[in-house]
């Protein structure tokens, strides 16, 4: 049987571990709808997509400061095993062994920091693009679990499916007012959490999945509104 979409060999690959980010520019439809922007969507794409990757692949970022407001140079953390563009954000798939829990925390605050310094970014694209209405924010949803490999029949093109690739997406878009939620499940110990200004909480209304344990950082949390925290969140005792 044709079909327009190539069909995929008869068996999935073993189940592997995997960490997934998932991202999404919050207010991209309303940037693509104005007149002639494709003349400027690829060059906002394409700063939005080497900022986010130089979270694990590394380099300088105008976001990435330490405690003294000075840039530092990331270090690698690891090359993701699948990349995939989803029109208003991105997919990446990274081999779980591939990280000790240094190089979780690093992918955590890295992200945390790209989401909260966002507006340098939309600083340095307003240099190039004369329109009002970039995105303003990004989101980042982060899980962990297993991910089957699918072969197309006809190409050695490769998609993957999970668990873990849903969780993130409803992840990335559950309290946008924090803007990032990372699962329990990169089991990131507590105690190093609490260091970092972390907190473990209960999500307890992810659309089409049971309550799950869920990283924010203490200060974005603590500056909800109560009734967002009560209508998401539990505190786990």
Same mark, same amino acid.
């Given at each position: 049987?044709?079909t327009?979409i190539?069909?995929?060999?008869?068996?999935?690959? *073993?189940?592997?571990?995997?960490?997934?980010?998932?991202?999404?520019?919050?207010?991209?439809?309303k940037?693509f709808?104005q007149?002639?922007?494709h003349?400027?969507?690829? =060059?906002?794409?394409?700063?939005?997509l080497?900022?986010?990757? @130089?979270?694990?692949l590394?380099?300088?970022?105008?976001?990435a400061?330490?405690?003294?407001?000075k840039?530092?140079?990331?270090?690698?953390?690891? @090359?993701p095993?699948?990349s995939k563009?989803?029109g208003d954000?991105?997919?990446?798939?990274f081999?779980?062994?591939?990280f000790?829990e240094t190089?979780?925390?690093?992918l955590?605050?890295?992200?945390?920091?790209?989401?909260?310094?966002?507006?340098?970014?939309?600083s340095?694209?307003?240099?190039?693009i004369?329109i009002?209405?970039?995105?303003?924010?990004? %989101?980042?949803?982060?899980?962990?679990g297993?991910?089957?490999r699918?072969?197309?029949?006809?190409?050695?093109?490769?998609?993957?499916?999970?668990?873990?690739?849903n969780?993130?997406?409803r992840?990335q878009s559950?309290?946008r007012e924090?803007?990032i939620?990372?699962?329990? %499940?990169l089991?990131?110990?507590?105690k190093?959490l609490?260091?970092l200004?972390?907190?473990?909480?209960a999500? @307890?209304?992810?659309?089409g999945?049971?309550?799950e344990?869920?990283i924010?950082?203490?200060?974005? *949390?603590?500056?909800?509104?109560?009734?967002? =925290?009560?209508?998401?969140?539990?505190?786990?005792t």
């Amino acid at each position: 049987m044709k079909t327009t979409i190539g069909l995929f060999k008869p068996t999935a690959s *073993y189940p592997k571990q995997a960490i997934v980010v998932l991202f999404d520019l919050e207010g991209f439809s309303k940037f693509f709808s104005q007149p002639d922007v494709h003349e400027y969507v690829p =060059k906002f794409l394409n700063l939005v997509l080497s900022n986010v990757e @130089k979270c694990f692949l590394g380099g300088q970022a105008s976001w990435a400061l330490n405690s003294k407001d000075k840039q530092v140079e990331m270090e690698e953390i690891a @090359k993701p095993i699948h990349s995939k563009f989803l029109g208003d954000g991105g997919l990446y798939i990274f081999d779980y062994t591939e990280f000790t829990e240094t190089k979780k925390i690093h992918l955590v605050n890295r992200l945390w920091m790209l989401k909260s310094n966002f507006q340098m970014i939309v600083s340095e694209a307003s240099e190039d693009i004369p329109i009002l209405d970039l995105p303003k924010n990004i %989101r980042f949803g982060v899980s962990a679990g297993s991910v089957y490999r699918l072969t197309y029949s006809n190409s050695n093109k490769e998609e993957y499916i999970g668990y873990s690739i849903n969780l993130a997406s409803r992840l990335q878009s559950y309290c946008r007012e924090i803007g990032i939620s990372i699962s329990g %499940r990169l089991n990131i110990k507590s105690k190093q959490l609490e260091k970092l200004n972390y907190l473990k909480l209960a999500a @307890k209304n992810i659309k089409g999945f049971p309550q799950e344990i869920v990283i924010v950082d203490k200060h974005d *949390y603590e500056g909800l509104d109560d009734s967002i =925290k009560t209508e998401l969140f539990d505190i786990i005792t």
